[in-house]
């Protein structure tokens, strides 16, 4: 039983008014809300466990380690990982794909190749620069069509002896655009030894993760965007990939033996996770997990998908309103403008009056603008807890800017 009340009052932010009016809040693909059960796992924390992990034989110390191990298996089996110690906790997405750019340094040389797509957020466009830069390895780039889809024809020209990592994103934030991740990952296996990196940001939050079924090297995510506190994310990585690679962040905790001789490193998780990590956030991930369990990938996706259909329909019939990859497979995001009407943020200001939270800009997608000849769009995003009636008041914003800006 899927019932949208009662998911809604697990969520206290949901009741409170912006500019006088019932907030909608649309802007989930920035960041989600947090249900109050994630919350309640946060507050546990700090007045009855708070202790650092890994380091004390006191009860507190200890239970702050077994509530965060268990909080790790949580994840381990959310995104179906073989191991639990190749799930690595992080403060976000941008953190574990500069990790991984950081430690694949020594692998690479001048003249390598690094893929990513026209769709990534600039923190999977970035940290590769800086590879680049490193390194002398290039970077090419997967074009997309009008429709905004990858033309994967690019990646099969691409793909070579010289590609050394394949990075891409499984639903692209800007459009919501659905990648086609298995087709791009059976390529880059078939015609290359390329590392394969997928940025999961927008996908842990929509779908079924199984990174063994995946196949991929790493996958990122980040915890805010899946009702879970800011500053948490995962990093997971194949054992033996992580095992071979160097570490990143030296320092207390991902030390085996440390002398100023030498120094040797633990094991993994230990070895990416040096310093004291956040962990009533690391427990409060576990606790967001258990919230979207309960509540059923399905339902999420099924419930998801047709507001989006239904959020696209409407918009659609709005004249002069165009979505941006209106074609293509999406999932939680509705990507528009209202040709020849002010911009974007003119739209979003007045949504804003009217106590509608959605985006506008460029996404940190600049290169997709650039693509469109648009300075940004207005998104509107989608989660497990917003309703129909939402959409309606969207579209009668939306309709309401364009009678004031035309
Ligand atoms: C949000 C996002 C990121 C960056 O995540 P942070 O949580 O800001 O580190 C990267 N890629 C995609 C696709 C995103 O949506």
Excluded at 149 to 174: C, G, I, M, P, R
Excluded at 191 to 220: E, L, R, T, W
Excluded at 228 to 233: F, I, L, N, S
Aim: proline content about 3%.
């Amino acid at each position: 039983m899927f019932d949208i009340q009662e998911i809604r009052s697990q969520f206290s932010i949901l009741d409170r008014e912006v500019n006088g009016k019932p907030l909608v809040y649309l802007d989930n693909a920035a960041t989600s809300q947090k249900p109050n059960s994630v919350l309640e796992v946060c507050h546990a924390y700090y007045t009855e466990l708070n202790a650092n992990v890994h380091r004390g034989i006191h009860t507190l110390s200890q239970l702050a380690t077994e509530e965060m191990e268990l909080s790790r298996r949580k994840i381990q089996k959310f995104i179906n990982a073989e191991h639990d110690f190749e799930v690595i906790f992080t403060k976000g997405t941008t953190e574990g794909i500069n990790l991984i750019a950081y430690i694949l340094t020594q692998k690479l040389q001048k003249d390598d190749e690094i893929i990513i797509s026209y769709l990534e957020h600039h923190s999977n466009i970035v940290p590769w620069q800086m590879l680049c830069e490193r390194t002398g390895a290039r970077l090419r780039v997967i074009p997309i069509d009008e429709n905004g889809v990858l033309q994967l024809d690019y990646l099969d020209q691409y793909l070579s002896e010289k590609t050394k990592v394949v990075s891409v994103n499984q639903v692209s934030n800007a459009l919501g655009i659905v990648n086609p991740i298995e087709k791009i990952i059976a390529k880059t296996r078939k015609n290359s030894d390329a590392y394969i990196v997928i940025d999961g940001a927008q996908s842990a939050p929509h779908f079924d993760i199984d990174v063994q079924k995946m196949d991929c090297d790493f996958f990122v995510f980040s915890g805010h965007k899946m009702y879970a506190p800011m500053g948490t994310g995962i990093l997971y990585g194949k054992r033996e990939i992580l095992e071979a690679l160097p570490p990143f962040h030296g320092g207390g905790e991902m030390i085996a033996t440390c002398s100023f001789e030498g120094t040797t490193y633990a094991g993994l998780p230990f070895k990416y996770e040096a310093g004291t990590p956040n962990v009533g956030g690391n427990i409060a991930l576990g606790a967001a997990v258990d919230f979207m369990n309960r509540v059923g990938h399905e339902n999420i996706q099924n419930h998801e998908n047709a507001l989006l259909e239904y959020a696209q329909r409407q918009l659609l019939e709005i004249e002069g309103l165009k979505v941006y990859g209106e074609k293509a497979k999406r999932t939680g995001v509705v990507s528009f403008n209202l040709e020849g009407v002010g911009i974007a943020s003119d739209v979003g200001m007045i949504l804003d009056k009217m106590g509608i939270a959605v985006r506008t800009g460029h996404h940190c997608t600049q290169p997709i603008m650039n693509f469109f000849n648009i300075a940004g769009t207005v998104r509107a995003s989608f989660a497990v807890y917003n309703t129909f009636e939402e959409i309606d008041r969207l579209v009668e914003g939306v309709k309401k800017a364009q009678r004031m800006l035309g």
